[in-house]
């Protein structure tokens, strides 16, 4: 081994374990534990050694986990709050098939589960939800106002709120959302309008977070503040807490740091002793007509199936579809692909293994339910197979090309992708949540094609990005009901 891919191993050890350190630093001073309620995953955090803490409920959205809404555990627990999350039926970890009217069950699972913590004040109790969590808190607070004294709703969908129920409510939308901010803006004035009178529980109010959407609102330090800021006031507790949550940060150094390592090693992997000869049009010609066959085909199938419901999840079962026929389309166009040797698909089998830690290993801690519960671990090979034709086009036609072209490559697929699926829920609106996966199109076509430059070999990028992908998909979105 050289000396620059031994300094490429050591920056990769160091960025790796620093990224660990600052995780670890994150959860410094607090209680973390994960609990099961009546087959109800729960993650439970608390300041260390609290005593008669207010407790807060924080309830995930759709295709969501209690992972996914750790920034305002981190920053509300950090501040002196008991904080209870948990996984949905269907959700996460948890096996239960999606019942929509079932949600408030867990809730209220998750509720018994936080007064039982010798450190909470059970007197002084506030909900926080995202999106269709957003819905179920604000229903509880509906249902409970007593019990209730707030009700922080992200990105909030609906609820039979009036003037009095819930008491202090504290609504969010992101700047890029305007859907919910349209919305928000009808619950606040249902609600009675804006009001600062949170003494008597008539508190009201809206935030718009600038330059979020969706999803990154979660990760915002403009969400988090404002909803610290709205319990404190209700609660009446001086604010002195300076904590950030900067975990996302340090999950990208980590993965930063395995892609250094992955490029250390990569010779290890060899190179392919022929490439397949295709011409640009080609290639280009496969890519644009992809997403067309792809969206044709899903309609039709749509005629004779439940896409929602496909394969015994929720979305992700057609979003495997859509990249079957989009990939098949497209090496249809390539006219010819290498053959697979039992090398390339071990190694395609050892870069799963590299990019499953990679990416997963730290997202259990920071953002995503990351390990698959056994049913889950069903789904996964199907759809990853499924995927295999997408990143073996994808392989090929980024064999033995510069960097200009790769980066070219990576915006030629983000935009088509994003593009495809926009174009399919014009003719497929029940699948509305495939817009979840839009804003990871970009970043994480841009790691796979780092991967893709690193090895130089179509079979095992393909079969190692697939698995992944997979996996991903799997590990994402909702059982079916």
């Known amino acids: 081994m050289n000396y620059k891919r031994l300094g490429l191993l050591v920056l990769a050890s160091l960025l790796i374990v620093s990224s660990w350190l600052g995780i670890a630093g994150a959860r410094s001073n607090l209680e973390v534990r994960s609990l099961q309620r009546a087959g109800v995953p729960l993650l439970y955090l608390a300041p260390q050694g609290a005593r008669a803490v207010p407790g807060v409920l924080v309830a995930h959205g759709f295709a969501g986990s209690k992972q996914l809404m750790l920034g305002y555990g981190h920053v509300l627990a950090h501040a002196g709050y008991a904080v209870m999350l948990w996984d949905f039926n269907g959700h996460g970890a948890n096996g239960a098939r999606l019942q929509r009217d079932q949600l408030q069950q867990s809730l209220d699972v998750a509720l018994a589960a936080l007064l039982e913590q010798p450190q909470v004040d059970r007197d002084r109790l506030a909900l926080l939800g995202h999106s269709m969590g957003s819905g179920i808190v604000m229903s509880a607070g509906v249902r409970s106002p007593d019990r209730f004294a707030a009700t922080v709703a992200v990105s909030p969908t609906g609820a039979n709120i009036t003037p009095q129920t819930p008491r202090n409510l504290q609504l969010q939308a992101g700047g890029g959302e305007g859907r919910f ?29 600038p330059g979020v959407e969706h999803i990154t609102i979660l990760f915002s330090d403009g969400s988090h503040q404002a909803a610290l800021r709205w319990l404190d006031a209700t609660f009446e507790r001086p604010s002195n807490s300076q904590y950030v949550d900067r975990r996302m940060g ?199 094609a780092l991967v893709a430059g690193s090895l130089n070999r179509s079979w095992v990028y393909a079969i190692g990005s697939a698995l992944f992908f997979g996996w991903l998909l799997a590990a994402g979105f909702p059982l079916s009901a």
């Open 181 to 209: 901010i349209a919305n928000a803006e009808r619950l606040l004035a249902q609600a009675g309008g804006e009001d600062t009178n949170l003494a008597a529980g008539q508190g009201r109010e809206l935030v718009v977070v």
């Open 250 to 448: 340090w999950y990208g150094l980590h993965l930063l740091g395995w892609l250094v390592g992955l490029a250390a090693v990569a010779p290890l992997f060899g190179q392919p002793r022929t490439t397949v000869k295709t011409s640009s049009i080609q290639r280009w010609l496969g890519l644009g007509v992809a997403p067309l066959t792809a969206t044709a085909g899903l309609v039709l199938l749509g005629q004779r199936l439940n896409l929602q419901d496909l394969g015994g999840v929720q979305v992700g079962g057609a979003v495997g579809v859509w990249f079957l026929i989009a990939g098949l389309t497209w090496l249809a166009v390539l006219g010819r692909v290498p053959r697979p040797t039992l090398r390339t698909v071990g190694l395609g089998i050892v870069l799963f293994g590299v990019l499953w830690v990679a990416f997963g290993a730290m997202a259990q801690v920071v953002w995503l339910q990351w390990w698959l519960i056994p049913i889950r671990l069903r789904l996964w090979l199907p759809i990853a197979i499924a995927c295999l034709p997408w990143f073996l086009a994808s392989g090929v036609v980024q064999e033995n090309i510069g960097v200009s072209k790769r980066i070219l490559w990576w915006l030629g697929q983000t935009i088509i992708l994003v593009g495809g699926f926009v174009l399919t829920l014009n003719f497929l609106p029940q699948l509305g949540f495939m817009y979840l996966l839009l804003p990871l199109f970009p970043p994480l076509m841009g790691v796979l």
